[in-house]
T-cell receptor, first 114, second 117 residues
Framework: DTEVTQTPKHLVMGMTNKKSLKCEQH?????MYWYKQKAKKPPELMFV???????INESVPSRFSPECPNSSLLNLHLHALQPEDSALYLC?????????????FGPGTRLTVL | AQKITQTQPGMFVQEKEAVTLDCTYD???????LFWYKQPSSGEMIFLIY??????QNATEGRYSLNFQKARKSANLVISASQLGDSAMYFC??????????????FGQGTILTVHP
């Protein structure tokens, strides 16, 4: 299984809602990532988990809260988002946070904040 | 700090022809990795090819090859025998192995490739 899955595919939420994005991989990878991508722009790194511990937080606002319950799962909890947070949110995984290993991406969640 | 530059916002190619997508990079790291990803309109980032900074031979994966010129800090992607399904956004990216860049994948701005029948 060489797949990263993400749910939901699409999400529309109000600024007062609380929602979560989910990401799962079964490739035995020990590093997982969240990226944010605006239309026609490159992905921007948000968070990196290595061996289930948060290793990189790219100064992301606290309304985004990551969680890594185990080595296969990665969540992104959303609360009190702003319309400018509307974007494609991509999850990725790699063999480890170190070494030059390709990152495998999921299909993304398209988030719209009203 | 790492930087990736893709100077071609858009490229057009005729079906079955070859096309080269440009990528230059800047880093102070001695060890790094260079990647190319394809992103169709559906949004998924598809890994295409990887080149390590110490690899002496250019990487190849099927119709994709990477023209790696270390002294010039360039890592151009060559797609041979273009197909209509190759139409997509292409990103060049670098993975750092030193300092504050460690473990971070830095992307260029991307090139939109359109393949004409």
């Amino acid at each position: 299984d060489t797949e990263v899955t993400q749910t939901p595919k699409h999400l529309v939420m109000g600024m007062t809602n609380k929602k979560s994005l989910k990401c799962e991989q079964h490739m035995g990878h020990r590093a997982m990532y969240w990226y944010k991508q605006k239309a026609k722009k490159p992905p921007e790194l948000m968070f990196v988990y290595s061996y289930e511990k948060l290793s990189i937080n790219e100064s992301v606002p606290s309304r985004f809260s990551p969680e890594c319950p185990n080595s296969s799962l990665l969540n992104l909890h959303l609360h009190a988002l702003q319309p400018e947070d509307s974007a494609l949110y991509l999850c990725a995984s790699s063999h480890s946070g170190s070494g030059v290993n390709e990152q495998f991406f999921g299909p993304g969640t398209r988030l719209t904040v009203l | 700090a790492q930087k990736i530059t893709q100077t071609q916002p858009g490229m057009f190619v005729q079906e079955k022809e070859a096309v080269t997508l440009d990528c230059t990079y800047d880093t102070s790291d001695q060890s790094y990795g260079l990647f190319w990803y394809k992103q169709p309109s559906s949004g998924e980032m598809i890994f295409l090819i990887y080149q390590g900074s110490y690899d002496e031979q250019n990487a190849t994966e099927g119709r994709y090859s990477l023209n790696f010129q270390k002294a010039r800090k360039s890592a151009n992607l060559v797609i041979s025998a273009s197909q209509l399904g190759d139409s997509a956004m292409y990103f060049c990216a670098m993975l750092g192995r030193g300092g504050t860049s460690y473990g971070k994948l830095t992307f260029g701005q991307g090139t939109i490739l359109t393949v004409h029948p």
